[in-house]
């Protein structure tokens, strides 16, 4: 009986590993309000559970960046009416190296909302729905597509009570708590904050009838800092709203906006000018600090608040725009309660151990340094966010090496800067700096020279988080023409294109046709457009010499996307035996010929063939191992020679 029970069990171990098939997401689509009536506005909300280790591309992010949106479609009918666009709430934002851009996703739980009015009594409200889903740990990216049905005539035991609302991540919370807190740490060393230390906590302990008083004085003093900062956080957020500053972060005129906005702030911290508040404002205030007791404290809180302004407003405000942008109060509220907390720290901290204050460096030149390097790195972000608008709006006035060649100049600048080659009216006289300015000096020349090669195509791939895409570099001096076997013109070539200078198809049949012609085996390439993993294997592995010999060389090649939207003529369609639906798009037809044919769903997938469609070698997914994928490509070789299939 144990032997037959540990035989069933190696058979199901088995049936599962054959079984490739995922679907690591829930959909349940429901109306906000269960019995509309006629002219109401009520909303759709679609609720995705998504499980542990996987993610959902968002819809609200640049359609040629590579990853597939989510995409909602809506069968119009006189019952209903759309109002606005489909929303995500709560989305993450994310900058990705490989795609060069930023893309918006949710982990978890996702939510989309799209309001409708209500037209007639008995409504029907039908219509699908596009996504992809991509894994954390391997790297697999699967796209899928479903349908909905809403209205009285549907069965009111499918749309379920109102669900809580998407949960922030609590990882990204604390990335943004940690990034402000060390922007809160920055600030501290500016020259209209630095010296206010000593200063503040001698006025606490010397006002104090006991040192306990003291102590108690400072720590009201740091919390009324931390609620006044974050209740400035929690109010630009709630003013802004959720998906307005989500709309607000990819448009062009807003990123120009903030370019503007850097720039000026560069100009500050190089001394052109200070950003002061109205001096009426501040009198005010301080005023109000004198009264004593709690409130005086707190208004002594806000008098130092504004008296620094013009140092902390540009980092704060760096703080701000780059946290914010993800349209949510909760990161709001943390950007500002991480800033504060390394605001007030000192503050308190002093006020209970005293005797560190002795240890604190005397204010003098090198807090106008800090300054002064905190411009060239503003100016250097800037160019990001001009980069953005120029990417949106097609001017072609900040092409990758442009960007390059501005900043090589901005940081050799520093670098010159940090040797005293360069100084500013607001620099004391001093032919001497200190050791930690030329070990800072030297990373800043090490990095400029880095960037050189950038000129003339190295993908410099650590800071394609923040260079423009390679393909508004105006020449590349590295990519050399790869070729590959076609016997005819590929169909779809306008639209789609191999990397590494490889030429193949992109239709099977095609494929399959050349093969028997020139009696070579097929390499297929299961990829999608938003497939992350594909791009790295085509970065990484492909382009090995070996590899790129082997591809262009042996094979026929067919690179089959599972997510191109691209509609066919009607003539073309078909029924799919798997799931029943009417499959219209290259990228639909290709997701199912690799389910049907093959049991698997996910990307990358490479398959080899021989000319007649028979399996050569066991399939490969996503490995970054050179060897391992040149020795797939030289077994599936040597079976074609040997006439040997699976």
Known sequence: MKKTLFLIFLFLAAASGISQVLKPIEWKVELSNENPQVGDEVEIRFKSKIEEN?????????????????????????TYELVGETEPVGAKKKYDSLWEGEYTYFKKAGLFVQKVKILKEDFSITGSYSYQVCSDIDGKCIPFDDE???????????????????????????????????????????????????????????????RKEGIGKALIYGVSIIVFFSLLGFLISLIWGFTALNELSTHWLFNLIIFSVFILFALSFFGLFEITLPSGLVTKIDR??????????????????????????????????????????????????????????????????????????ESGGWLNSVKVVLGFLELALALKFLSVADLAYHWGILDREVFIALWITIFGLLGLYLIGKIKLKSDTDSNKISVARLI????????????????????????????????????????????????????????????????????????????????????????????????????????????????????????????????????????????GKTKKTIGQQNADFQINRFNNNAQPFYVILNED??????????????SAFVDFLDKALENHRKNTVL
């Not at 790295?536 to 592995?541: A, D």
């Not at 469609?613 to 050179?626: F, G, I, M, Q, T």
């Open 440 to 579: 800072l000096a030297i990373c800043t020349f090490a990095f400029t020279i880095s960037l050189i090669p950038g000129l003339w195509g190295a993908p410099l791939k650590s800071l394609s988080g923040f260079l423009p895409p390679m393909a508004t570099h105006n020449f590349n001096l590295l990519e050399a023409e790869a070729g590959g076997n076609t016997c005819e013109e590929p169909k779809y070539a306008d639209l789609l294109h191999w990397p590494h200078g490889l030429q193949g198809y992109f239709d099977y049949e095609q494929a399959v046709a050349c093969a028997k012609e020139q009696g070579k085996p097929i390499f297929i390439d299961f990829t999608g457009h938003g497939c992350v993993n594909c791009r790295e294997m085509e970065q990484r592995v492909w382009s090995d010499p070996a590899v790129l010999k082997r591809l262009s060389e042996n094979f026929v090649l067919v690179a089959l996307y599972v997510d191109d939207r691209t509609k066919l003529p009607e003539s073309e369609w078909y029924q799919s035996s798997y799931d």
């Open 54 to 78: 996987w993610y959902l591309y968002s819809s609200d992010f640049d359609p040629d960046l590579g990853p597939m949106l989510t995409e909602f479609t809506f069968n119009e009918n006189e």
């Open 288 to 361: 109000q600090a004198d009264r004593g007791g709690l409130v005086g404290i707190f208004f002594m809180a806000i008098t130092l608040v504004l008296v620094s302004f013009s140092c902390t407003f540009p980092i704060v405000g760096t703080a701000l725009i780059n946290t914010l942008s993800g349209g949510s109060i909760i990161e709001g509220t943390t950007a500002m309660f991480g800033f504060s907390l390394a605001f007030a720290i000192p503050f308190t901290g002093f006020a209970i151990f005293p005797a560190w204050l002795k240890s604190m460096p």
């Open 148 to 210: 909905f049905s809403l209205g009285k005539t549907t069965n009111k035991s499918d749309i379920k009570k109102k669900a809580e609302s998407t949960a922030e991540e609590s990882g990204s919370l604390w990335s943004i708590l940690i990034t402000a807190f060390l922007a809160g740490l920055v600030a501290l060393l500016t020259p209209c904050v630095y010296p206010m230390i000593p200063i503040t906590v001698s006025i606490f302990l010397k006002q104090s009838k006991s």
């Open 613 to 626: 469609e028979e399996l050569l070698v066991k399939p490969k997914a996503y490995n970054l191992d050179v």
